[in-house]
């Protein structure tokens, strides 16, 4: 009789380690189940910024890739917009840019996305200008704090000196998903041109964006992780 009460507790205890376990395993990903579109701006004929033949649309998209790789590490279910040189536009666009962005807006409501990054590089005249920095439209209340969450993060993580700003662009207008333009630096710096295009600070821009974007949904979602 005490052997068979033995049995019982330890079955139990077993039981209970188990579903522990998977508690713990669950509450290890914070991005577990977020589904994230990751859009490569530009992309076929439309490059971009470009200096000589160093185009924004390859390295948007080099980026975007490491955006996705640590997005899933961290749980997230990741779409893309594009994965190859190409754009959204159809041959029956008259408006091939729009038709293309519209395109980008249809996928993110498809796919039932709780929220959108768009990955482009800056330019400007003046050279000395550097840094990465997030623009966000007013639609909502979401993209204004999940904009300051990732430049919270540049700033801690790869210096940059600049802040978020709005944007009334077609795209950013006309979504309520929330979501963010991230200018990843300036193709016009001669310093940030280099490191744009080193993987290691690709990766180093692909933490820097999943780390926001974990310290928003903290913010927004009450998850316990803070990075
Ligand atoms: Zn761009």
Redesign the pocket.
């Known amino acids: 009789m005490l052997k068979k009460k033995f049995k019982s507790i330890v079955l139990v205890m077993l039981c209970l380690f188990i579903f522990s376990i998977q508690i713990i395993s669950a509450q290890s990903l914070p991005l577990q189940d977020t589904i994230i579109m990751v859009d490569p701006?530009?992309g076929g004929r439309d490059s971009?910024?470009y200096y000589g033949d160093i185009l924004?649309k390859d390295i948007?998209l080099e980026i975007a890739k490491e955006l996705e790789k640590e997005l899933t590490k961290y749980g997230a279910i990741v779409y893309m917009t594009r994965k190859r040189d190409v754009d959204l536009s159809s041959i029956y666009d008259s408006a091939k840019k729009r038709g293309d962005l519209y395109r980008r807006l249809l996928l993110i409501k498809e796919k039932n996305c709780d929220l959108y990054i768009s990955i482009?590089?800056n330019w400007y005249d003046d050279s000395t200008l550097k840094g990465a920095e997030v623009l966000y439209n007013s639609i909502n209340k979401e993209n204004k704090v999940l904009a300051q969450s990732i430049m919270n993060r540049f700033k801690k993580d790869l210096n940059s000196n600049r802040n978020i700003k709005t944007t009334d662009l077609y795209m950013y207008r006309n979504t309520t998903t929330p979501g963010v333009l991230v200018e990843c630096g300036y193709l016009s710096n001669p310093v940030e041109r280099t490191l744009l295009q080193e993987e290691e600070y690709q990766k180093k821009l692909a933490q820097s964006i999943t780390n926001g974007i974990i310290n928003y949904l903290k913010k927004t979602k009450q998850i316990k992780y803070v990075l």
Do not use: L, V
């Open positions: 701006g530009h971009g910024t924004e948007n482009h590089i």
